[in-house]
């Protein structure tokens, strides 16, 4: 009998899943069954858009202890915990999209892009946790809320896979439902080489007035080497091409600089990687009057605070046998995991703090912050994802 209940419950589920437009009501059928994993993964096919998803978690059978993240890992809820009988509700925007440009033109995808979830044709949902509990969803069209675009590299990009991560990734968990995270970076992309792809022309098919722009290169560009490169060439061209045409659409751009690399000193000092180009960046900024977050710094101080040992906890530094597959160390010194993802997501919110940037009033909650005296990575909660990959994303 508490058989047929519970499939009867979940055939409700699966109908009270509604889709609003102002055309049409469509109702969609969605298996909310864990796997075997004990974990929900939800593909939900969609139209390219924004949805703003409503949860709620809990169950009347047992307490539960939940992670909700969307698309390519992008976290939604780092853990909620709940008694039996107890349920709490969760609601966030999420940006559903497509490489299609127009009718004769994509977005370049490179290949380990293409099975990516920010690319297929659902909207994606992951629900885990020690023990997941999803008792309720609904999704709409969210409507005209201010979208954040988000355009750089491996450290800004959603990463599909532990032990990766990076802070565009975790940014989405300290924001309501009233603005959405659009990311549109990948790994190994310098701004030139993003603009080339389509990605730029992408994102202004969809871009509006009171949209944000935020811009983060440098670790690839620094690499490109021949006539016509350099931080105060092509760099500062690309860049100002971000500019110009965010402003264009009557958007807000907002630079900012390459977080730093892990690489101290015998003095315990972070050493300068990147050349000029932060510099280049600052100049553009003051030359076009554009507000600047500089990561390049607050990273400084965050890995020198960490200190030279304790910083490894910040990045993609794990001995042999770590994970599935790992026959040999993980020692990168560019890609952080979560944790250091985190604590970097929370600098860019110190910047915007420090800009007063009106998007600061979605906050979900005031964030107190000073990357001098970071988090305790020893009593950092992380609730990994299912799904790893010991591959270098690309870039350094």
Request: charged content about 25%; aromatic content about 10%; some cysteine.
């Given at each position: 009998?508490?058989?047929?209940?519970?499939?009867?419950?979940?055939?409700?589920?699966?109908?009270?899943?509604?889709?609003?437009?102002?055309?049409?009501?469509?109702?969609?059928?969605?298996?909310?069954?864990?796997?075997?994993?004990?974990?929900?993964?939800?593909?939900?096919?969609?139209?390219?858009?924004?949805?703003?998803?409503?949860?709620?978690?809990?169950?009347?059978?047992?307490?539960?202890?939940?992670?909700?993240?969307?698309?390519?890992?992008?976290?939604?809820?780092?853990?909620?915990?709940?008694?039996?009988?107890?349920?709490?509700?969760?609601?966030?925007?999420?940006?559903?999209?497509?490489?299609?440009?127009?009718?004769?033109?994509?977005?370049?995808?490179?290949?380990?892009?293409?099975?990516?979830?920010?690319?297929?044709?659902?909207?994606?949902?992951?629900?885990?946790?020690?023990?997941?509990?999803?008792?309720?969803?609904?999704?709409?069209?969210?409507?005209?809320?201010?979208?954040?675009?988000?355009?750089?590299?491996?450290?800004?990009?959603?990463?599909?896979?532990?032990?990766?991560?990076?802070?565009?990734?975790?940014?989405?968990?300290?924001?309501?439902?009233?603005?959405?995270?659009?990311?549109?970076?990948?790994?190994?992309?310098?701004?030139?080489?993003?603009?080339?792809?389509?990605?730029?022309?992408?994102?202004?098919?969809?871009?509006?007035?009171?949209?944000?722009?935020?811009?983060?290169?440098?670790?690839?560009?620094?690499?490109?080497?021949?006539?016509g490169k350099g931080a105060y060439l092509s760099y500062w061209n690309s860049l100002t091409?971000?500019?110009?045409?965010?402003?264009?659409?009557?958007?807000?751009?907002?630079?900012?600089?390459?977080?730093?690399?892990?690489?101290?000193?015998?003095?315990?000092?972070?050493?300068?990687?990147?050349?000029?180009?932060?510099?280049?960046?600052?100049?553009?900024?003051?030359?076009?009057?554009?507000?600047?977050?500089?990561?390049?710094?607050?990273?400084?101080?965050?890995?020198?605070?960490?200190?030279?040992?304790?910083?490894?906890?910040?990045?993609?530094?794990?001995?042999?046998?770590?994970?599935?597959?790992?026959?040999?160390?993980?020692?990168?010194?560019?890609?952080?995991?979560?944790?250091?993802?985190?604590?970097?997501?929370?600098?860019?919110?110190?910047?915007?703090?420090?800009?007063?940037?009106?998007?600061l009033e979605f906050l979900r909650e005031d964030l107190i912050y000073d990357p001098a005296?970071?988090?305790?990575?020893?009593?950092?909660?992380?609730?990994?994802?299912?799904?790893?990959?010991?591959?270098?994303?690309?870039?350094?």
């Open positions: 009998m508490f058989a047929l209940i519970k499939k009867l419950a979940c055939l409700v589920f699966l109908l009270a899943i509604t889709f609003a437009t102002e055309a049409q009501r469509l109702n969609v059928a969605v298996d909310l069954q864990k796997d075997d994993s004990g974990v929900f993964n939800l593909k939900i096919p969609l139209p390219e858009g924004l949805y703003r998803v409503r949860l709620a978690l809990g169950s009347d059978q047992s307490s539960g202890h939940t992670v909700v993240r969307a698309e390519s890992r992008r976290l939604y809820a780092k853990e909620i915990v709940t008694e039996k009988g107890q349920f709490k509700e969760l609601s966030f925007t999420v940006h559903r999209r497509s490489p299609i440009i127009s009718a004769q033109e994509k977005v370049r995808l490179k290949p380990r892009e293409v099975s990516k979830l920010n690319w297929d044709e659902f909207l994606n949902l992951e629900i885990s946790g020690q023990e997941a509990q999803l008792s309720k969803l609904s999704i709409e069209v969210a409507g005209e809320v201010p979208v954040v675009y988000l355009c750089g590299n491996s450290t800004v990009v959603d990463q599909d896979n532990e032990p990766w991560a990076s802070w565009g990734q975790m940014i989405t968990v300290f924001f309501d439902d009233r603005i959405c995270f659009a990311n549109y970076a990948e790994s190994g992309e310098a701004a030139n080489s993003f603009i080339a792809a389509g990605r730029l022309k992408k994102i202004m098919t969809q871009i509006k007035p009171g949209d944000y722009v935020l811009v983060e290169f440098g670790h690839n560009d620094q690499k490109q080497k021949g006539e091409e971000f500019i110009d045409q965010a402003r264009e659409k009557e958007a807000i751009p907002i630079l900012i600089t390459p977080t730093q690399r892990r690489s101290f000193g015998e003095d315990g000092r972070i050493v300068d990687t990147h050349e000029d180009y932060p510099q280049a960046m600052r100049d553009l900024a003051r030359d076009k009057q554009v507000p600047l977050i500089d990561l390049h710094q607050m990273t400084r101080v965050l890995y020198e605070a960490l200190g030279t040992e304790g910083s490894k906890k910040a990045f993609v530094h794990y001995p042999a046998g770590t994970f599935p597959g790992q026959d040999k160390a993980l020692a990168d010194n560019t890609h952080f995991n979560s944790y250091g993802a985190y604590q970097i997501a929370k600098c860019v919110i110190v910047g915007m703090k420090e800009l007063n940037l009106p998007l005296f970071p988090d305790n990575p020893d009593s950092f909660n992380w609730w990994p994802s299912p799904y790893v990959d010991i591959q270098k994303p690309e870039g350094n």
